[in-house]
């Protein structure tokens, strides 16, 4: 009797691990940008994607890439690569 139930919870476990680890970054990006910060095109999932545009106030800031670093997700400190394109030239920072 305990083997099946620790079975299913392992998983059910597993199932919510893949689904925020396949969590698509234009869903995230509706719940969790604030009013003023607006991104369009946005692909791939909240670990790795990219926006053509990111916009704060109105004002077109730039494109937006993204990669979170996986030794830190194993760690249990996530961190990403954030890199903002912009005409005038780029920035990088990891958050």
Do not use: C, K
């Not at 392992?10 to 940008?33: K, Q, S």
């Not at 607006?38 to 704060?56: D, F, H, K, P």
């Amino acid at each position: 009797m305990r083997r099946p139930l620790l079975l299913v919870a392992l998983g059910a476990i597993l199932m919510l691990v893949f689904l925020v680890m396949l969590w698509p970054a234009r869903v995230a990006a509706g719940w969790l940008l604030p009013g003023n910060v607006a991104l369009t095109g946005v692909r791939g999932t909240v670990w790795q994607g990219e926006a053509s545009q990111l916009r704060i106030d109105g004002h077109v800031v730039g494109a937006l890439n993204w990669d979170a670093s996986v030794l830190s997700l194993l760690g249990g400190m996530p961190a990403w690569q954030i890199e903002l394109s912009r005409p005038a030239g780029f920035d990088r920072a990891r958050v």
